[in-house]
T-cell receptor
Framework: SQKIEQNSEALNIQEGKTATLTCNYT??????LQWYRQDPGRGPVFLLL?????KEKRKERLKVTFDTTLKQSLFHITASQPADSATYLC????????????FGKGTSLLVTP | GAVVSQHPSWVICKSGTSVKIECRSL??????MFWYRQFPKQSLMLMAT?????????EQGVEKDKFLINHASLTLSTLTVTSAHPEDSSFYIC?????????????FGPGTRLTVT
């Protein structure tokens, strides 16, 4: 069965450092991989989308890499700030599921001053 | 970015009653809407996919007679939890996309917290 795994433990980093979150998947051929941010009691907020034929995508302080051979995506937040503290969700989709998103459990990031 | 609203944001109901949750796309036409459920510390789990004007497609293990989904217009989908039980207490989140764009992002609503007593 499909499996999407993210860093199981919370990630604590110091303000200004780069946070790197991992998303690994098995038994899946995603056409797209997306990263979302979710704050407690709120719906997810879209951050970045990367296609299967793309290696890297950037948006301001965010960078996503996508390695379909390793079946892995890395999500980087550079110059992290306390406001970046949230849970970050990795989600995969393809046409087989009508582009419905399959989510990982998320990684909780805490950025301390 | 596009905005998706949900109503109500939270609801408490008695066991055996029904609850309706609305999901609206405010500034775009949502050809497809998705309903997810999230239990504490868990991932979002897809419950069903609905295309405007069509019957919803339910994921395995989700009872279609218990979770009624209607997507009658390009801006509104509703989820009705019928004969709710305490185990239905969860955070229900909808998302919407404009399937005419490719690829298209999914925009999520703020979620509805359902508590069944």
């Amino acid at each position: 069965s499909q499996k999407i795994e993210q860093n199981s433990e919370a990630l604590n980093i110091q303000e200004g450092k780069t946070a790197t979150l991992t998303c690994n998947y098995t038994n899946y051929s995603p056409a797209y991989l997306q990263w979302y941010r979710q704050d407690p009691g709120r719906g997810p907020v879209f951050l970045l989308l990367i296609r299967e034929n793309e290696k890297e995508k950037r948006k301001e302080r965010l960078k996503v890499t996508f390695d379909t051979t390793l079946k892995q995506s890395l999500f980087h937040i550079t110059a992290s700030q306390p406001a970046d503290s949230a849970t970050y969700l990795c989600a995969l989709s393809n046409s087989n599921s009508g582009y419905a998103l399959n989510f990982g459990k998320g990684t909780s990031l805490l950025v301390t001053p | 970015g596009a905005v998706v609203s949900q109503h109500p944001s939270w609801v408490i109901c008695k066991s055996g009653t029904s609850v309706k949750i609305e999901c609206r796309s405010l500034d775009f036409q949502a050809t497809t809407m998705f309903w997810y459920r999230q239990f504490p510390k868990q991932s979002l789990m897809l419950m069903a996919t609905s295309n405007e004007g069509s019957k919803a497609t339910y994921e395995q293990g989700v009872e279609k007679d218990k979770f009624l989904i209607n997507h009658a217009s390009l801006t509104l989908s509703t989820l009705t939890v019928t004969s709710a039980h305490p185990e239905d207490s969860s955070f229900y989140i909808c998302s919407a996309r404009d399937g005419r764009e490719f690829p298209s992002e999914q925009y999520f609503g703020p979620g509805t917290r359902l508590t069944v007593t």
